[in-house]
T-cell receptor, first 111, second 110 residues
Framework: DVKVTQSSRYLVKRTGEKVFLECVQD?????MFWYRQDPGLGLRLIYF???????EKGDIPEGYSVSREKKERFSLILESASTNQTSMYLC??????????FGPGTRLTVL | SQQGEEDPQALSIQEGENATMNCSYK?????LQWYRQNSGRGLVHLIL?????REKHSGRLRVTLDTSKKSSSLLITASRAADTASYFC??????????FGAGTTVTVRA
């Protein structure tokens, strides 16, 4: 059974902290994505990666960076967390232009 | 940027009834996908329809796509309490990215 896992379901951090969100997939997918989901706004793409060490900005990359050192792992980094980054963060992976497989999400609260 | 827009925003139906929700989008697409999200969880893929297809079925789900009107509909027949969830349409482009709408929240009353 295919699987995308995220390091935490819930996370509470303080303003200014550096935050790491980890995502791992076991499907050997080339493409991985980070989204944030806010009420009434749906999912918005933060960053995506087509291959190891490859990354491209999505629609809302400001305040975020990513790292993909291994094919199965895609990390989202909040360099200096701010309260407006309180959100649900969802990771997904896909092979080609087919369905995306999502992780369970990380609900991040920045105080 | 958000391309798909679902309508209605919320839908409440009786168990056994059909639920229909619509999605409109702005630019040309490679495919259109529908996802379901149960409260506070990740999204689950339901069905994918490519731009050269007009209708697709999967179990109790029926999806239509009208590229001339840039719209799609998702029909859930004989709804069950377990269908209570948010439903999102997502448009796919040639670069493998998806653009999601804000979703339709469906409540199925017992």
């Amino acid at each position: 059974d295919v699987k995308v896992t995220q390091s935490s379901r819930y996370l509470v951090k303080r303003t200014g902290e550096k935050v790491f969100l980890e995502c791992v997939q076991d499907m050997d997918h080339e493409n991985m994505f980070w989204y944030r989901q806010d009420p009434g706004l749906g999912l918005r793409l933060i960053y995506f990666s087509y291959d190891v060490k490859m990354k491209e900005k999505g629609d809302i990359p400001e305040g975020y960076s990513v790292s993909r050192e291994k094919k199965e792992r895609f990390s989202l980094i909040l360099e200096s967390a701010s309260t407006n980054q309180t959100s649900m963060y969802l990771c997904a992976s896909t092979l080609g232009d087919n369905e995306q497989f999502f992780g369970p999400g990380t609900r991040l609260t920045v105080l | 940027s958000q391309q798909g827009e679902e309508d209605p925003q919320a839908l409440s139906i009786q168990e056994g009834e059909n639920a229909t929700m619509n999605c409109s989008y702005k630019t040309s697409i490679n495919n259109l996908q529908w996802y379901r999200q149960n409260s506070g969880r990740g999204l689950v893929h339901l069905i994918l329809i490519r731009s050269n297809e007009r209708e697709k079925h999967s179990g109790r789900l029926r999806v239509t796509l009208d590229t001339s009107k840039k719209s799609s509909s998702l029909l859930i027949t004989a709804s069950r309490a377990a269908d209570t969830a948010s439903y999102f349409c997502a448009t796919g482009r040639n670069d493998y990215k998806l653009s999601f709408g804000a979703g339709t929240t469906v409540t199925v009353r017992a």
